[in-house]
């Protein structure tokens, strides 16, 4: 759900930018904070904001039959932590800008609000009510990666109809109008990807149950010199 | 990769990248500052030819990389012009032209084609490893460059891991019907993020090898005739802005 | 086993490590390097191969047991590692989980750069390995175009830029020579490349021999499961058709056992 490059008026590019600096300075001090407890999370970061990149440069073709791809906030924020997804979101944004041409750089603000604050917050948020409530793994994940992925959208769509509100009907038409042109293709998405990420989770406890049982800890086992 | 490819092939790949990111920075300004949705076209074209004429990215090459942003910035504005009417009960709604909307449409569509001209002009002459040293003399905080680095140098090795991956399942009738598509695909991101672990324990290991204790040191590169550059570049850019708010 | 009485660089004295999950990695195990040698670490999967080069960089710390550089007990404090790993470069297999930058040039400058040197010498430290492994014409090629074989160049250059010492002396290898050791599941090149081929098995090092000493030890080596020398081999066949004398000197590699059958046939065919 990418604004691209232009395409905001100059007030709401700073507007979105001053709203995600604090989630992104936020995420970096945690980060820190645990860059200065385990030294590894450093490299840690770096290589999950590549995996980042790279999962939503995936296509999930044949299930969409469309060309569209995972969003991985639901992913990121239950493996990572939602605090740490704004700074991964945000280098990943940046990137894809200026190695994809998707998005922009006076748009990055508001892509970082909606994808890299808004999205995992979410999903993490909804995958620790779930839990509390008790409901199956499977659903939990579920429901995080897909919400996560919806709520997304739906900011995108608050942002468009906060710069674009309609002649006539104002903010809450164009605020429908762009959420029900965005539903046609994210709906779909948003429950694929929230297939897709019980999947993955379903694999991960096959491959690795100690990843999943401690995210940070990986036994020096697997180091191949 | 083809945005990629043109930065570390380009003839102004040795040119300061501060240079080209003022350039850049001016290209955006235009963009914003032209007043009328001819001048921001004149200003994408000006930024169009410099990268093609004076950076030597093929012509056809440029259009592939614009195409999907071209398009993407199709629907957006005929999202725009459309009007969505809400009748006085829910199920009376009607889509309709705005008319009144068009110059904003026609506005929004000429600074977009500014900015993403701009934009391709620093993305196809800069490498991103330019862009991190550049950022890093603007004085970035340390982690969000040291994250960089190291998603730039491992992202390829993930894409290169999940081709391989992809082509070994499809060999083997992974993706012949949706089901087993998912289930491919699902494997696929798991067996990747398994590796997010032992790749970063890996890197840990590697730098303590070689002495490190903290933040990720590199040699800053040199470039030749930096400052005539960024002057060249300034002026340069200075005159696209003159020029944007002289014909608007 | 042969009982080394010369100066070692590097000495591993039963070390014992095991890892966080319980899974042994070293399990007593001991070894001297000589200065000047060139040792190859044979062994399966698992024997413990890595983990012994992670304990001559310091890196991981034996849980009893000693590791000795230039006869001195290996200090774990700051500024010991700090010598040690100046000293002591390590190359891993796969260069795609060592490299950390793009940039060849940045990612040479690493290691350097955290031994604290100024920019300048840095700078010519990079050139000089880029220079020292054939690859100052690929330097301004991001990482990730470069083959195999090129990326692990890059790799070795980011630990000869950390040691000037090395460095200098690297057009005189042969002459003056460093110390090497390789863990490798080559047996073949083992042999033909090694002075000292020492084997490792289920956390210890089992045996420790001179490479010429080899072939009296094949059936043993069999034993080890890290396959045998083609080249021994059929030295070993071909002595017991009564081909070569049993006493006569190692052959090492495919050509010097064609020379060896040759002279022998040359001998033979003589009146």
């Known amino acids: 759900m990418h604004i691209m490059e232009g395409f905001l008026p100059l007030r709401h590019c700073i507007g979105w930018s001053v709203a995600s600096a604090p989630f992104v300075a936020y995420g970096l001090r945690t980060i820190n904070k645990g860059i200065k407890e385990n030294p590894e999370q450093r490299m840690l970061l770096g290589v999950a904001t590549a995996f980042t990149f790279v999962l939503s440069a995936l296509k999930m073709f044949s299930v969409t039959g469309s060309c569209s791809h ?156 | 990769m083809l945005i990629e490819h043109s930065a570390y092939t380009n003839r ?42 004076g950076a030597g990215i093929p012509p056809l090459r440029y259009l592939r990389v614009a195409a999907p942003a071209l398009f993407f910035l199709a629907v957006s504005a005929l999202s725009l012009a459309v009007s969505l009417k809400i009748g006085p009960s829910m199920a009376d709604v009607s889509l309709h032209l705005a008319r009144t909307g068009f110059q904003r449409v026609a506005q929004v569509c000429g600074r977009s084609l500014g ?76 067996t990747i993020t398994v590796q997010v672990w032992q790749r970063s324990q890996a890197l ?28 060249l570049a300034v002026s340069g850019g200075a005159a696209l802005v003159a020029l944007v708010r002289v014909i608007s | 086993m042969k009982q080394q009485t010369t100066d070692p660089i590097l000495e591993v004295q039963a070390v014992r490590f095991r890892y966080p999950d319980g899974s042994v990695g070293l399990d007593g195990c001991s070894l001297a390097i000589q200065r000047g040698s060139r040792t190859a670490l044979l062994g399966a999967n698992g024997a413990g191969k890595s983990t012994l080069f992670l304990h001559l960089n310091g890196i991981l710390r034996p849980m009893s047991g000693a590791v000795l550089f230039e006869g001195l007990p290996v200090d774990y404090g700051r500024q ?27 990612d040479i400058s690493f290691g350097p750069l955290n031994l604290g040197l100024d920019a300048g ?95 009296a030890y094949l059936d043993q080596l069999e034993g080890f499961g890290v396959g045998v020398p083609r080249v021994a081999e059929m030295h070993k066949a071909l002595a017991a058709c009564g081909l070569f004398g049993p006493d006569l000197p190692a052959v090492r590699s495919h050509s010097e056992l064609l020379d060896a059958i040759a002279k022998m046939a040359a001998v033979g065919s003589r009146p």
Request: hydrophobic share 50%.
């Open chain 3, 121 to 215: 010498t840095v700078r010519n430290r990079v050139e000089e390995a880029l220079l020292a492994v054939g690859m100052t014409a690929c330097a301004d090629k991001p990482v990730h175009n470069l083959s195999f074989g090129q990326k692990k160049r890059v790799c070795i250059a980011g630990v000869l830029a950390m040691q000037a010492e090395l460095a200098q002396i690297l057009d005189r290898l042969h002459a003056e020579g460093m110390t090497v050791i390789i863990a490798t599941h080559d047996m073949d090149y083992a042999y033909q490349w090694a002075d000292v081929l020492a084997i490792m098995d289920t956390g210890i090092c089992a045996a420790s021999w001179d490479a010429a000493q080899l072939p």
């Open chain 2, 204 to 231: 840990h290991v590697a730098a303590l090898a070689r002495n490190n204790d903290g933040p990720l040191r590199f040699l800053e590169q040199v470039y030749p005739h930096s400052t005539r550059d960024i002057c």
């Open chain 3, 80 to 106: 010991g590692l700090h010598h040690l790993r100046s000293r002591v470069g390590l190359v891993f297999q796969n260069p795609d989980r060592q490299l950390f930058s793009a940039r060849v040039r940045e």
């Open chain 2, 115 to 190: 900015g993403l001209a701009a934009l391709l002009f620093l993305a196809m002459t800069t490498s991103l490893i330019d862009i991190i040293g550049l950022l890093r003399r603007l004085k970035t905080p340390e982690v969000l460059l040291d994250m960089m680095t190291l998603c730039y140098r491992t992202l390829f090795v993930f894409s290169e891991a999940v081709h391989d991956t992809l082509t070994a399942q499809s060999a083997r009738l992974g993706y012949a019907t949706m089901r087993h598509s998912m289930h491919s695909l699902g494997g696929l991101v798991a």
């Open chain 2, 12 to 53: 102004w790949r040795r040119v300061s990248p501060a240079a080209k990111g003022l350039f850049s920075l001016c290209g955006l300004v235009a963009a914003y500052a032209a007043a009328t949705p001819a001048a921001a076209c004149g200003s994408a074209a000006v930024l169009c030819v410099v990268t093609v004429l």
């Open chain 1, 70 to 225: 995972p969003t991985g906030t639901g992913l990121g924020a239950v493996l990572f932590g939602p605090a740490a997804m704004a700074p991964i979101g945000a280098v990943v944004l940046l990137f894809q800008a200026i190695l994809l041409a998707h998005g922009g750089l006076t748009t990055l603000g508001a892509n970082i609000f909606s994808m890299a604050i808004v999205g995992p917050f979410a999903a993490f948020g909804i995958y620790r009510l779930a839990q509390a409530l008790k409901l199956p793994f499977g659903v939990c994940i579920f429901l995080a990666a897909s919400m996560g992925d919806l709520l997304t959208y739906v900011t995108t769509s608050l942002q468009l109809a906060l710069a674009f509100p309609d002649p006539v009907g104002g903010f809450a038409a164009s605020f429908a109008k762009f959420a029900g042109i965005f539903a046609v293709t994210q709906i779909p998405l948003a429950i694929s990807e929230g297939f897709l990420t019980v999947i993955v989770f379903n694999a991960l406890a096959r491959l690795n149950p100690q990843e999943l049982k401690d995210l940070n800890v990986v036994t020096a086992k697997e180091v191949q010199a």
